[in-house]
């Protein structure tokens, strides 16, 4: 079965750091979104992109937080400086078009910040 | 922000039992999708219904959408342990020009006893 890899699947970094999240999305999918999941505020949308074309990041704390997609197979998530409120499962998800099949989660990074 | 609010949060039956989940909305969607999560896991999409869709049905699946309530449910028969897990509904909805959006709920978290 086709997948959405996300790497890497475990990160503890220390608060400051520069933190990087990538995503594969699957093959021939267009659409891409990074939501954050917590236990207080749920599934968050923090960004998508439309064939490499940002379209709404207003969810995402500008002053840390980037998304980019350098090419199709290539998603990433930065946070500099991270803080411990960073702390969250981040997730990739991929889809053709308006997703009308649904979307394909990956498994999540798990981010801790100390 | 969040578009969709499931109820109830948290839903206990035995197996064999049939459960049902409600999600209300607050604008205007394209489609309505559900989708699983087992605990630490990424979500799985289930079932998308159309905004001119009523009601649809997928094996031990059942989805309907009222859009001039602005809700939707989805009903699980005959329950398995297996189909313990939170269930995340997620609307596709405009989000300027035109761009759109998957946005979801806090989920319910489904428990099913042997």
């Known amino acids: 079965d086709a997948r959405v890899t996300q790497t890497p699947r475990d990160k503890v970094t220390e608060m400051g750091q520069e933190v990087t999240m990538r995503c594969q999305p699957i093959?021939?999918?267009?659409?891409v979104f990074w939501y954050r999941q917590t236990m207080m505020q749920g599934l968050e949308l923090l960004a998508y992109f439309r064939n490499r074309a940002p379209l709404d990041d207003s969810g995402m704390p500008k002053d840390r937080f980037s998304a980019e997609m350098p090419d199709a197979t290539l998603a990433t998530l930065k946070i500099q400086p991270s803080e411990p409120r960073d702390s969250a499962v981040y997730f990739c998800?991929?889809?053709f078009g308006r997703g009308f099949y649904g979307y394909t989660f990956g498994s999540g990074t798990r981010l801790t910040v100390v | 922000s969040q578009q969709g609010e499931e109820d109830p949060q948290a839903l206990s039956i035995q197996e064999g039992e049939n459960a049902t989940m409600n999600c209300s909305y607050k604008t205007s969607i394209n489609n309505l999708q559900w989708y699983r999560q087992n605990s630490g896991r990424g979500l799985v999409h289930l079932i998308l219904i159309r905004s001119n869709e009523r009601e649809k049905h997928s094996g031990r699946l059942r989805v309907t959408l009222d859009t001039s309530k602005k809700s939707s449910s989805l009903l699980i028969t005959a329950s398995r342990a297996a189909d313990t897990a939170s269930y995340f509904c997620a609307t596709d909805a405009e989000s300027g020009g035109s761009n759109y959006k998957l946005t979801f709920g806090k989920g319910t978290l489904l428990t099913v006893n042997p």
């Open positions: 093959l021939g999918h267009n659409t």
């Open positions: 998800a991929s889809g």
